[in-house]
């Protein structure tokens, strides 16, 4: 089945500064990948998502790469700022349930 | 209006216990699932249900049985519960078949076993 990396697992930035997070998965024929925000005490949100037949999508702060060859994605936030701090969690799917990430808790400091 | 809610949110009880936890979803999907999140955070798939019929049961004990009344309710079952079962649980929904298959969570039921 597919399993999904994902690093690092805390991520620091100051307010303004960009964060990256990357995730690599195993199976080739997954072609969903979205990217969910879980604030404390919530659940995870969708806050963008990429198929396989894009190679970048962006939403403001916010885009997501693909590479399905050498089978990652990354998220990009620029600007960041204190609610941006939460954990993010990568996904990968062929048909669902999504095979998550281990999550990524990213820290704003003011 | 909350498009996936389960109860309780909080839930504590001893070891030994049977409890339920309860999830609706008012956005007209036909596939539920629970997932289980540990104390790291992990999100791991437990069960899968595609209007009212099980689709996946990813290696769950026994103790656990899903039951779907309907395609808009799941709802979680647990047996003889162990300390091992503390974890927060999550209900989630998606529509299959369409382009967008993003699934949606509930607020989670944080379960506590004593």
């Known amino acids: 089945g597919e399993n999904v990396e994902q690093h690092p697992s805390t991520l620091s930035v100051q307010e303004g500064d960009s964060a990256v997070i990357k995730c690599t998965y195993s199976d080739s024929a997954s072609n969903y990948f979205p990217w969910y925000k879980q604030e404390l005490g919530k659940g995870p949100q969708l806050i963008i998502d990429?198929?396989?037949?894009?190679g970048e999508k962006k939403d403001q702060r916010i885009a997501v790469t693909l590479n399905k060859t050498a089978k990652h994605f990354s998220l990009h936030i620029t600007e960041t700022q204190p609610e941006d701090s939460a954990v993010y969690f990568c996904?990968?799917?062929?048909?669902?349930?999504?095979?998550f990430g281990k999550g990524t808790r990213l820290s704003v400091i003011a | 209006d909350t498009a996936v809610s389960q109860t309780p949110k909080y839930l504590v009880t001893q070891m030994g216990n049977d409890k339920s936890i309860k999830c609706e979803q008012n956005l007209g999907h036909d596939t539920m699932y629970w997932y289980k999140q540990d104390s790291k955070k992990f999100l791991k798939i437990m069960f899968s249900y595609n209007n009212k019929e099980l689709i996946i049961n990813e290696t769950v004990p026994n103790r656990f049985s899903p039951k779907s009344p309907d395609k808009a309710h799941l709802n979680l079952h647990i047996n003889s519960l162990e300390l091992g079962d503390s974890a927060v649980y999550f209900c989630a929904s998606s529509q299959e078949g369409g382009v967008n298959t993003e699934a949606f969570f509930g607020q989670g039921t944080r379960l506590t076993v004593v």
């Open positions: 990429i198929r396989s037949n894009v």
């Open positions: 996904a990968a799917s062929l048909n669902t349930p999504l095979v």
